[in-house]
């Protein structure tokens, strides 16, 4: 149990265009989903926390306007990268917890490369 | 600011020993530790988590915390070549579930 998807695992798009990466949650309800981002060599920077049907927590620093996450339900949550530019090239992972639990649960990834 | 630091390594050990990962963390409030192992290019899995003071073990690993000293270890017994990935520390507490990660510890087990 446990399994949390996203898709698409990569994905090559232009500057100035937008791209939506989904995240889901398949055997099990998700209260909250965490979109994180990692560079190369870096470690997993946490960009915004989702709660299903109400507005995404955004760290400091991660413009809310550029990346736009809609957790529309209790499986799905989407991050939307608007107008993209090629410092927003990353692996952008996304993970899932229960209810009153620590654990969160991650997607495989999402290569992002914009060109 | 919440702060999460490991030996970015890499640790290099044959195949057969012990591999001692180690993490500190400053937020005395923090409440739940979390080991993941992250292989190039995939995403984390969670290998352990502890939240209380001593040891836990599960199989080949076994995670250390000491919460006066804001300190929490992974030893990895019987090191394999496939343990070889990128070692996370991530650490939570209070109410948001938040977790903070290390900058992670790169662990290479020789043949």
């Known amino acids: 149990g446990a399994v949390v998807s996203q898709h698409p695992s990569w994905v090559i798009c232009k500057s100035g265009t937008s791209v939506k990466i989904e995240c889901r949650s398949l055997?099990?309800?998700?209260?909250?989903m965490f979109w994180y981002r990692q560079f190369p060599k870096q470690s997993l920077m946490l960009m915004a926390t989702?709660?299903?049907?109400?507005?995404?927590?955004?760290e400091q620093g991660v413009e809310k306007d550029k990346f736009l996450i809609n957790h529309a339900s209790l499986t799905l949550s989407t991050l939307t990268v608007t107008s993209a530019h090629p410092e927003d090239s990353s692996f952008y992972i996304c993970s899932a917890s229960r209810d009153s639990s620590y654990e969160q649960y991650f997607g495989p990834g999402t290569r992002l490369t914009v060109t | 600011q919440k702060e999460v630091e490991q030996n970015s390594g890499p640790l290099s050990v044959p195949e057969g020993a012990i591999a001692s990962l180690n993490c500190t963390y400053s937020?005395?409030?923090?409440?739940?530790f979390f080991w993941y192992r992250q292989y190039s290019g995939k995403s984390p899995e969670l290998i352990m988590f502890?939240?209380?003071?001593g040891d836990k073990e599960d199989g080949r690993f076994t995670a250390q915390l000491n919460k006066a000293s804001q300190y929490v270890s992974l030893l990895i017994r019987d090191s394999q070549p496939s343990d070889s990935a990128t070692y996370l520390c991530a650490v939570s507490g209070g109410s948001n579930y938040k977790l903070t990660f290390g900058k992670g510890t790169l662990l290479t087990v020789n043949p």
């Open positions: 937020d005395r409030g923090s409440q739940s």
């Open positions: 989702s709660n299903e049907g109400s507005k995404a927590t955004y």
């Open positions: 055997d099990f309800q998700a209260t909250t």
């Open positions: 502890i939240y209380s003071n």
